[in-house]
């Protein structure tokens, strides 16, 4: 899937970067080989739909004044409130040079499988997984079929899970026993989902509530989005 975008090299910096957003525009930052950052912007729908597209996982083709380069998205800030993307980082890529990157782990076949069918639930373990592979080579995804569960005993393991040819796991010493998916009753199922409820309820001791949040490191959005602005 080829996705494309193009950027116009950006001149509004710091408070100049609200009054962007406010006319449609998504700030960027383009990261990668031995030049400078290259801070860019692009309107907010197209930017949106590539976002949508490409997630972290596939390589996207930028157009920057006329200039072409792959890039693979690090970063994607979004507004907590609005749910708009606020800013994006990419990092450039080579062609001929393998990356490494996360990707999807897709389970197919839901409702379909024998567990399923006899009112068992599957519950996905894991849904991502860092891999390698050339940018021609990334997939969208990773997917491993539920055909073969039928009991609680049943679980699909990351060995179950097939790639594609050209792509490895970025580790070498990847742990292929860990659990993808597994099977539940049901009641089992709720039981642990109350017993976990009322584990959540516990009151908090007295001084430990504001020493939690007091000191909370910023999610991942927000601390590439203060880093980008403080740069500029």
Known sequence: MDIS?????????????????????????????????IHTQSPIVETSKVVHKAGKHSPVHL???????????K?????????????????????????VTEVPIHLTGMGESPAERAGLVVLQAI???EIKAK???LPEALE?????LETTED??????????????????????????????????????????AGDATEPVAEGEEGEATEGEAP??????????????
Do not use: C, W
């Open 219 to 232: 999610a991942e959005g927000e601390a590439s989005e203060a880093s980008e602005e403080s740069k500029e």
């Open 5 to 37: 975008l193009k950027l116009a090299e950006r001149t509004a910096k710091r408070k100049q970067v609200k009054k962007l957003r406010d006319e449609g525009m998504v700030p960027s930052v383009v990261y990668g080989g031995h030049s400078d950052p």
């Open 75 to 99: 970063t994607i800030d979004v507004d907590p409130v609005k749910h708009r993307v606020r800013h994006v980082a990419f990092h450039t890529i080579k062609q001929n040079e393998a990356i």
């Open 135 to 137: 940018p021609a080579d």
């Open 127 to 129: 849904e991502h997984v």
């Open 144 to 148: 491993v079929s539920l055909e073969k």
């Open 63 to 73: 157009v920057i004044d006329g200039k072409k380069k792959l890039a693979i998205i």
């Open 155 to 196: 679980k699909l393991l990351l060995s179950d899970v097939k790639l594609p040819e050209g792509v490895e796991y970025a580790d070498h010493e990847q742990n292929l026993e860990l659990v993808v998916a597994n099977v539940y009753e049901p009641s089992a199922l709720q039981a642990q989902n109350e017993a976990a």
